[in-house]
């Protein structure tokens, strides 16, 4: 018989919020002035410089969607500033002066407000040119939100693409774009997203589980050691 592997993945899990937290996009939503929400450091590993090339080929199509990008400026470094002379922001409103209407940088923002932001925005977008794992995208998935990651690192353990969300090629701003404006043209398919990735957060990620995958093993590892005693 094949042994069974000498490891045991167990995926982090989060504290799911109450059911009536819950905000998913209602399926007869008006999305014409939408809210697409990006959380994360503002550095390339996670995907910034993909996002603002997508974003003036979404809003060329859809021209009331709002953007909010959360995060501290990283562009010192990762290297970007001392390359260009430009924090993330400051490239972004140079480069894209004709979309930053419909761009609001937060900086870092509390504990609190960051949950404010995932309750109430209508679409999750991380492009991350890698993830060991993807908690960002549980976050909002715990909200009841359709999520959209890279097909790269762990993201794909966490989003299921077409089934919780999207998935695109990491690098690839014009896939992103075209990502994000197939959801928001069809609130029907981000209410049915938001509610599968609810789903599968309970079922798979909660802290619960998490616990309970570590008590097992421990045990399993325990016992595994007196019977070799």
């Known amino acids: 018989l094949p042994k069974a592997p000498p490891y045991r993945v167990i995926p982090h899990g989060i504290v799911p919020v109450r059911q009536e937290e819950v905000r998913p996009v209602e399926p007869t939503k008006s999305l014409e002035n939408a809210t697409v929400l990006f ?3 503002l550095e390339k590993r ?7 090339a997508a974003i003036p080929r979404v809003l ?3 021209p009331g969607i709002q953007f909010v990008v959360a995060g501290a400026d990283n562009s010192v470094a990762d ?9 993330y922001p400051d490239y972004f409103a140079r480069e894209h002066a004709n979309a930053l209407a419909n761009v609001r940088f937060t900086g870092a923002v509390s504990e609190d407000e960051l949950q404010r ?3 109430q ?3 999750f977008v991380a492009p991350s040119l890698y993830e060991s794992f993807g908690l960002i995208y549980l976050e909002a998935m715990n909200y009841g939100k359709t999520v959209i990651g890279c097909s790269t690192g762990g993201v794909p353990e ?8 999207l998935l695109v090629e990491p690098e690839a701003p014009q896939q992103l774009a075209e990502a994000i404006v197939k959801l928001l043209r069809n609130a029907r398919l981000l209410y049915d ?3 599968a990735g609810r789903a599968r957060l309970l079922e798979r990620f909660t802290y619960l589980q998490m616990a309970r995958g570590f008590a097992e093993l421990y045990q399993a590892t325990l016992a595994q050691q007196g019977a070799q005693k």
């Open 39 to 41: 959380v994360g450091r």
């Open 46 to 52: 996670k995907g910034v410089l993909d996002l603002f």
């Open 60 to 62: 060329q199509q859809l």
């Open 79 to 87: 290297g970007f500033q001392p390359r260009t002379g430009s924090s």
């Open 117 to 119: 932001l995932y309750q």
């Open 121 to 123: 925005c209508d679409l």
């Open 158 to 165: 966490v989003v299921e693409d077409g089934v919780t969300g």
């Open 193 to 195: 997203y938001g509610l």
